[in-house]
């Protein structure tokens, strides 16, 4: 059996998220999610999540081809998670880059990115919807 794992915050799930599991499963028999608690702690340039790291893992072990979600606040401790599996994967915006066990023997499957979704656009369109109904004065629940 092939072990797959990929790493990320996964705030806010859009279809870009369920299609890229889908996606990673097809490679491997037992896929497992890294959940970083909160990746704004070692880097400050990334957003802090707005769902807890119980909400999300609930809601990624609810998703039929996630087999397992390992939470963890260091690159440190991800980094040992990795020594534990076959298949790393990683979007192809990381091929050029560095990333976490770049440095260990683990397969990479390059999985690409073809269409618009974003938690950060989604965060910042749910902003902007309670903005504009506040600032017209709208009573919403």
């Known amino acids: ?13 859009h ?44 809601i990624l072990l609810a998703i039929e081809y996630v087999d397992d979600v390992l939470v963890y606040q260091t690159e440190k401790t991800f980094h040992e998670y990795l020594k534990n599996y076959d298949i790393r994967f990683l979007g192809t915006d990381y091929r050029d880059g560095s990333y976490t066990g770049k440095d260990l ?21 749910i902003f902007y919807s309670v903005e504009d109904a506040e600032l017209s004065g709208l009573k919403y629940d």
């Not at 059996?1 to 799930?13: H, L, M, N, S």
């Open 1 to 13: 059996p092939k072990k797959g794992i990929i790493a990320g915050a996964f705030d806010v799930i």
């Open 15 to 58: 279809p870009g998220y369920i299609r890229m599991f889908k996606e990673a499963k097809d490679y491997c028999n037992h896929f497992t999610i890294a959940l970083h608690e909160d990746p704004s702690i070692e880097r400050e340039y990334k957003l802090k999540p707005v769902q807890t790291v119980e909400e999300r893992k609930e």
């Open 105 to 125: 023997s683990i397969d990479i499957i390059w999985l690409t990115r073809n269409h618009d979704y974003s938690s950060t656009k989604l965060k910042r369109d």
